[in-house]
């Protein structure tokens, strides 16, 4: 699925990444730097934003990149009619979510305006200092009108397809391989490698196998090969912003009660979960990740059963009597069942509480959590935009994604107040409270520990450097 | 014959309508929807592309709608993958595996039948040869495919480099996956054609053929194949049809761009638009292998035609 506005996975994301680029991108650090733009400015009321365009990029058909084409594409994203999932990035938009739900018709009002070829103009409906963030990524991606609307649905395949970034498409085999060939005109400067081929491989150890017989140079490793691999010189880790938490349902009892959830929280010795799992998983207290502003390993509950069985007697559960029977609900797979089982162990031994496990479905497992929220359960988290707001957002009161049930006015502020503080030391003090409430306070999740990606990377392989967003930019890449 | 095959043909409308409406009522019993995940979509997002799938209408609007679609030949848009209708997918997938199942297919014919009729013949005089054959064909039918595709791939292709472990990018790459998805077949028609062949060997007319001084290769191959053959086209009609609609194992460890992986994450996805689809393209194959199934019959067996 190639088409920016639409497109969610993450294969169809890297390959976007490398034959588009937008306003602003990425650097390795995850700073947003100038791509297209080659600067912003933004007023004193932080609210709106003036992109000022490169005049030197260029469509793969000849055509100059112009600040309507991010219009177009910003309008187009929003459009209800296109039904686009990561429509909400664009949310911070004058009028964007009133545009997108249909109660606003007119697209005009929207606050984006290309006030002439190389000048984007942003109105925010509220100062958002992580906005040049926002624009980094693929959805926000200028389009060509009149290249959509000459081939509609099929406006991506290789042949109608235009791009400005260091690859063109050159074949597509749906759900299988993509070739892209360089760019010789891109503004930046051709890049090294001529021609890039991705394989859509289903089965990890498939992939491997063909890695190991040479037909690939790059792979992700499934979790099993990883003890076998970790020692090879070609493997390569590297931390992601993606975050593996259980949720307490904070409605049902035992758990309505916080002492029980900080007892469960300070019950389990989290060093285990890089053990079991060997992918060199980061054990985590807090729920900001490693590599995002604001991070701060120091907050959350430690390990400290003595204490944990303190507050379980303080809440009239002592030495686990009386503690109704409780089922902590996962999704299927090998590595949440291994999480599960550890966890089970731990509040066994440490707080003397049988815990039951139940494991669903995916999907059955997603309409549990939202139509009878167990009172124990598994997610996940990743970054859509490195900043600290996007993993702490997630548990305000009027959050979709708080499945938790929980809701504590404080926190709703302090997030709130750090999304329009310019100040980052500001910010941090905001974020650092936020997350005391939410780790060792209230307690509605528990956060265990932060993925990291496992790869096998050929040692002529030369300047391969994903970030922690799993963003890899093969305009750096060569082979010697 | 003509009026037989159209005869045959009108009755499977009704049998492809009752494959559609009970996979339209299983797959919307099961919980989840196509478009829940991690990421819970704001109820406006949520709104729109409900709107758009037409899965904000009432059930049974959406059956009639898809019923009404599907007699215009529109198997509707993918939900996973937008942008592409089902009948897209249908048609890149579905090559690779009809060429994939046919290989397979022709290959555990001439490995089945040989075998079988080998194994009959020399039972008499050179038992090792049939002792071997039938104790391959109990591993062929006893070991799951996968489990021979992975030994396969690390024989011929890790050790040995003989063939590409995996990926569809010529004929090469089509031997391990069709070899794995032969071999169980191929193991059942063995022992179904020894057993076959053994018995008819034993009928008076071919000992009528024998002392009418017949070659030994017509006896065998012109009369006694052709009556021995009949329980391996009973077998192969329903064996075709679900081997050029792909296997989601085999398809999935060789990472070939089959029509197999569809019938597993379709569901999974819960793209109901294309569960929907190769659900009734498997349907369709079925009644047509049955259908060929009979004519050929018919062709064997001058007493079904009389029928």
Known sequence: MLDWNLATDSISIRVIENIMEGLTQFDQDLNPVPAVAKGWKVSDDGRTYIFDLRETVYWSDGKRVTAQDFEY????????????????????????SEYNSGQL??????????????????????????????????????????????????????????????????????????????????????????????????????????????GLDIVSLPPLAIPSYKNHREYVQHPLLRGYYYGFNVEKPPFNDNRVRQAFSMAIDRKAFPEILKGGELPATSW????????????GLRFNPDGARALLKEAGYAGGAGFPAVTAVFSTNPENLLIAQNLQAQW????????????????????????????VFRLGWGADYPDPDNFMNLFTSNSGNNRTHWKNREYDRLVEAAVVEQDMDGRKKLYDRAQIILTEEDVPIMPLFQ?????????????FRPNAMDIIHLKDVWIE | ??????????????????????????????????????????????????????????????????????????????YKYPGRTVSDIITDTFPASIELGLLAFILSLLIGVGAGIISAISREQNTWVDKTSMMLAIGGVSIPHFVLATLLILILSHTFRVFPPALWEGWQYAILPALSLAAAPAAYMARVMRASFMSILKEDYLRTCYAKG???????????????????????????????????????????????????????????????????????????????VDILYSLLDPRVRQR
Request: no cysteine; aromatic share 12%; net charge positive.
């Open chain 1, 348 to 375: 066994k031994k440490n707080l003397n509480i049988n815990v039951m496990l139940d494991n669903q479905e995916w999907k059955v497992f997603l309409k549990t959590l939202q139509n009878n929220t167990p009172p």
């Open chain 1, 451 to 463: 993925n990291v990606q496992n790869l096998m990377v050929k040692p002529y392989v030369k300047g």
């Open chain 1, 288 to 299: 900001i990740p490693e590599g995002m502003p604001a991070y701060n390993p120091s907050v």
């Open chain 1, 105 to 214: 018709k007119d697209p005009s009002l929207l606050g984006v305006k290309a006030l002439n070829d190389t000048t984007l103009q942003v109105r925010l409906r509220r100062p958002v200092v992580y906005f040049p963030s926002i624009t980094a990524f693929t959805a926000t991606f200028p389009l060509r009108k009149d290249i959509v609307e000459r081939y509609g649905d099929r406006w991506t395949e290789p042949g109608n397809i235009v791009t400005n970034g260091p690859f063109t498409l050159r074949e597509w085999r749906h759900e299988y391989s993509l070739t892209l060939a360089a760019n010789k005109d891109y503004f930046g400067g051709r890049p090294r490698l001529d021609a890039v081929r991705f394989y859509v491989i289903g089965e990890s150890t498939t992939a491997l196998t063909l890695y190991e017989t040479g």
């Open chain 2, 214 to 292: 017949l070659p030994v290769r017509s006896i065998l191959f012109k009369h006694a194949l052709k009556n021995a053959i009949t329980p391996i086209v009973t077998f192969s009609g329903p064996l075709l049809a679900g081997l050029i609609t792909g296997s989601f194992v085999i398809e999935y460890i060789f990472s070939i761009p089959g029509m197999g992986k569809y019938f597993v994450t379709a569901v999974i996805n819960r793209d109901y638009p294309l569960i929907m689809g190769v659900t009734i393209v498997y349907a369709v194959m079925i009644v047509l292998a049955n259908l060929i």
């Open chain 2, 1 to 78: 014959m003509l009026k037989f095959i159209l005869k045959r043909l009108l009755w499977g409308i009704p049998v492809l309508w009752a494959v559609a409406t009970i996979t339209f009522i299983i797959m919307h019993i099961v919980p989840g929807g196509p478009f829940d995940e991690e990421k819970q979509l704001p109820p406006e997002i949520m709104a729109n592309i409900e709107q758009k799938y037409y899965l904000d209408r009432p059930l049974s609007e959406q059956y009639i709608l898809y019923l009404w679609n599907l007699l215009k030949g529109d198997l509707g848009p993918s």
């Open chain 1, 73 to 96: 594409g910003w309008k187009r994203l929003l459009d209800p009619a296109t039904a686009s999932q990561y429509a909400y990035f664009l949310y911070d938009v004058d009028n964007a």
